[in-house]
């Protein structure tokens, strides 16, 4: 199968919100539609990063998920992983991060 991959890490805070929305919410939606299977990693260290996801599990709602995946990439264990594991598809943590420093493990993920 043939997997296209969209990484999609961001801003703590979002000036325009109804902006990225007009801008973000067609390419998800195309992306979605067009490729044989999308896998979509995200981070959660933003306003960009929740929004993202909204984004698509909104996406996702409209098209359907049957070709697309959101996995989101932490940079280190996180104390609500529950939550996170009931909204995303998967969660990873890069084997690269397993103790680092938490200030840096975050430039490292997104790397």
């Avoid at 195309?30 to 996406?59: M, P």
């Avoid at 409209?62 to 998967?90: C, F, M, Q, R």
């Avoid at 084997?95 to 680092?100: H, K, R, T």
């Amino acid at each position: 199968m043939n997997i296209f991959t969209v990484s999609l890490f961001g801003h703590r805070e979002i000036d325009d919100l109804r902006q990225l929305n007009d801008q973000l919410f067609p390419i998800i939606k195309e992306l979605i539609q067009t490729k044989a299977y999308v896998a979509f990693l995200i981070g959660r260290n933003g306003e960009f990063d929740e929004y993202a996801a909204s984004v698509i599990k909104h996406v996702q709602k409209e098209v359907g998920k049957e070709n697309n995946h959101i996995t989101l990439v932490l940079p280190y264990t996180v104390a609500d992983l529950e939550y996170y594991e009931k909204y995303y598809d998967s969660i990873i943590i890069p084997e690269s991060l397993y103790g680092a420093h938490p200030k840096i493990a975050i430039t490292l993920k997104n790397r």
